[in-house]
């Protein structure tokens, strides 16, 4: 994600993101209605006249960031995924390679319409669009309660808990307490064993509190702290009672960051006893 200028907002949305002034003429940005809520203004600025708005199709540092994510993964295959914020689906279509079933969530309906493209041959694959992290609690059996497909063959038989969540660039777009709720969200979503993936642009987004480095540090004291409570409560709890979440990956690069949990108090090489 590009920095933008409070001032000059739609000027470098136009230079940073290749927005034509034509697309944002009509549009109006508002800082403070952009940090505590999901700005549908924002993203449809973003997306009109143009699929590909951060250049996921045709930028290095994109591509390179993608094979990280897949690379950092600690399992080869996962069961059940969930990914919040898959924008126009470039890597929710190498991640369904990876799952037995997927579902894809985010709040744009332009986004919605190319991922669902870019996923149109992964008949284990779906794509909703809703906004986080509302949509989450309208899940049943992976699907929203009022989509008309949720009763049909086809559809994703999701069943939380899901063993793989994916969240990447979408958290610093949500107010402190909606991440606290995605937080809560996770820690009741994530079965036993199972792989939470969090990678986020560490530079400011003008127009929005939080950033990639106060995200990772909410998610690191979330789920580093309850490691360490349930290491200190080892000897009162039988196995995997309560979620322990091993600190799996965490990668500072100098441009974002990438953190991966584990449900599980065994790191890779010490369920494949190698330690």
Not at 141 to 150: C, I, K, T, W
Not at 166 to 191: C, F, G, H, M, R
């Amino acid at each position: 994600m590009s920095q933008h200028s409070k001032s000059t907002m739609a000027m470098d949305l136009v230079n940073r993101l290749n927005v034509s002034k034509s697309d944002l003429a009509d549009c109006t940005f508002t800082a403070d209605s952009q940090a505590n809520t999901y700005s549908e203004t924002y993203f449809d600025a973003l997306y009109s006249g143009n699929s590909d708005p951060w250049q996921y199709q045709t930028r290095w540092y994109e591509k390179r960031k993608r094979d990280m994510c897949l690379a950092v993964l600690p399992q080869a295959k996962y069961d059940t995924a969930i990914e919040l914020g898959c924008g126009n689906g470039v890597f929710s279509a190498l991640l369904a390679h990876r799952c037995q079933s997927l579902l894809s969530i985010d709040g744009n309906n332009q986004a919605v319409q190319l991922a669902k493209h870019y996923l149109v041959d992964c008949s284990h694959a779906k794509v909703i669009q809703g906004v986080i992290p509302e949509v989450l609690f309208g899940l049943k059996n992976g699907l929203l309660e009022n989509d008309p497909l949720s009763a049909s063959d086809s559809a994703p038989a999701h069943q939380p808990p899901f063993d793989l969540i994916i969240i990447s660039e979408i958290l610093y777009y949500l107010s402190p307490n909606d991440i606290d709720t995605v937080i809560d969200w996770i820690k009741q979503k994530l079965a036993i064993g199972g792989t939470l993936l969090c990678c986020h642009w560490r530079y400011a987004i003008d127009g929005f509190s939080m950033t990639g480095e106060t995200v990772h540090e909410r998610l690191c004291q979330a789920f580093d702290g309850a490691n360490h409570r349930a290491d200190m409560a080892t000897s009162h709890q039988t196995a995997f009672t309560h979620p322990t979440f091993t600190h799996q990956s965490q990668l500072v690069d100098s441009d974002f960051l990438l953190d991966v949990w584990q449900n599980a108090a065994k790191t890779v090489a010490m369920q494949e006893n190698l330690v």
